[in-house]
């Protein structure tokens, strides 16, 4: 109770300042990168290339500084790579073209002489590429996101049935729609009732993570059938998806994805390979949390997920922010 007073003059001041901090770095912005081109004979993108090191620090640099630019000419060329990546361009054949133009271009309107500054065409080129195929991964997510689950589809049936071999692999399942799909965490009889909210992305994070990790799976399997702190297997990973896909799509995960691209030297950026490994880690993570807080029902759910996206999203604010699967699990 004493906490209350400073924590509400802390909140008063973060709301009074904040603002008239972010009006300060917006209009002295345009001035510090004058000084600083005057000075150094480099322009921010090249500082950025030269001073940050590899992975978050230096990919973001770079995407902020293009889309805070106020030049026309790089206005457009950010429309450009936009819509290739709306039209799927990045490609093994099709991205070396478009980041060539790009460092060209960039280039040109910021004179910078790839004859005195080599190093700089390759940096720059790397960071365009993984931006933009992010870019372009989120649209491929999307559209598997909005897939829905059709009973009708071979594919979608044979991935479900799969599911339940490598969950239930020593149990036959009795038929398609059978209240044992409760036993692996579906709500009720016919499990596509339950991917509604994720469309098919859902499932297809289900199957990978039993597919590729089965012991872990199926470790985490037990835990979620504890008698006493259970939860629903299936909803929990459709509802972690759901998670990812937000992690993702509202920028919060770039650190972690931009570090994992330059660890990896995985180019030209990062594939469905790494959206699928990065929800195992949020299963295999928040499994543990579950576990380590012991709720006596399965109405703390809310407040668990809640504390567990915080964590998360807390560790992603770190720019050297890298997760990595741990594997090992144990069983209760």
């Known amino acids: 109770m004493h906490f209350q007073p400073l924590l509400y003059l802390s909140n008063l001041f973060n709301w009074i300042f904040s603002p008239v901090y972010v009006f300060l770095k917006r209009i002295t912005r345009p001035f510090i990168k004058w000084i600083l081109r005057r000075t150094t004979g480099l322009c921010e993108l090249q500082r950025t290339c030269y001073c940050e090191p590899g992975g978050a620090l230096r990919v973001i640099g770079i995407e902020n500084s293009l889309k805070n630019s106020k030049s026309g000419k790089i206005k457009t060329l950010l429309q450009f790579l936009d819509q290739a990546a709306i039209e799927k361009r990045f490609t093994t054949s099709g991205s070396t073209k478009i980041l060539n133009n790009t460092v060209e271009t960039i ?9 005195v500054h080599q190093p ?3 940096l720059f080129g790397e960071s365009v590429s993984v931006i933009w195929n992010l870019k372009q991964l989120l649209l491929d997510l999307e559209s598997i996101r909005t897939t829905g689950y059709d009973s009708s589809n071979t594919e979608h049936e044979q991935k479900l049935l799969e599911l339940w071999s490598l969950l239930m692999p020593t149990r036959e399942l009795e038929s398609r729609v059978s209240n044992s799909w409760k036993d692996i965490g579906f709500q009720g009889d016919d499990p596509k009732t339950d991917f509604r909210g994720m469309g098919i992305l859902g499932l297809e994070n289900l199957h990978f993570f039993a597919q590729n990790y089965p012991d872990v799976a199926l470790q985490v399997l037990s ?3 504890h008698p006493k702190h259970g939860y629903s297997f ?8 759901h998670l990812a896909y937000n992690l993702w799509k509202d920028g919060t995960a770039k650190t972690h ?11 030209p950026g990062p594939t469905l390979l790494h ?10 993570e928040f499994d543990k949390l579950w576990m380590a807080e012991k709720p006596p029902t399965i109405m703390e759910f809310g407040r668990i997920r809640s504390l567990f996206e ?8 770190d720019p050297q922010c890298l997760f990595k699967l741990n594997i090992p699990v144990e069983h209760i």
């Open 257 to 267: 994805i931009y570090n994992i691209c330059y660890q990896q030297l995985q180019l």
């Open 107 to 115: 280039c040109c309107i910021k004179q910078i002489r790839l004859d």
């Open 275 to 284: 959206f699928h490994r990065f929800y195992c880690y949020l299963f295999i």
């Open 310 to 317: 915080n964590n998360i999203r807390s560790l992603l604010s």
């Open 223 to 225: 835990h979620s059938n």
């Open 120 to 122: 700089f065409s390759k």
């Open 234 to 241: 299936a909803i929990v990973g459709i509802n972690l998806t």
